[in-house]
């Protein structure tokens, strides 16, 4: 039943960042390129909270970062950050979900890559 063709991006936001919030709610943090001025950031606003699943989106111009509280269920981070490319901009997901795709290569690789879960500040 889900609209979604790609199986891949994340399980059911179970490990959401934000603990407190209620249960199917996720939230996100993108980091902005490419606004220039108010209306930039209004178009941006507008096209994300256009992506099914959205339920709240807020750009600040000045931070030139976007909120996005949306549900797990219907919506990803990917495809925020695609709206945004669509309508002309470029957004970097600052709060990354816990399953990241690694590339399989990095195992033959001599260093290892740790996937560190569950932190939540820089202490
Ligand atoms: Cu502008």
Sequence with gaps: ???NSKPLIDEKGDASPSRGDAPGEGRTLLALEGMTCASC???IEKGLKKVP???EASVNLVSEQATVLYDPAQTSVEQMVQKVDAVGYKATPLIVPVSKPVP???EKESHVVLDL???TCAS
């Design 41 to 43: 950031a209004m178009r």
């Design 104 to 106: 399989k290569e990095t």
């Design 1 to 3: 039943m889900v609209s």
């Design 53 to 55: 699943g959205v339920k």
């Design 117 to 119: 879960e569950g932190m």
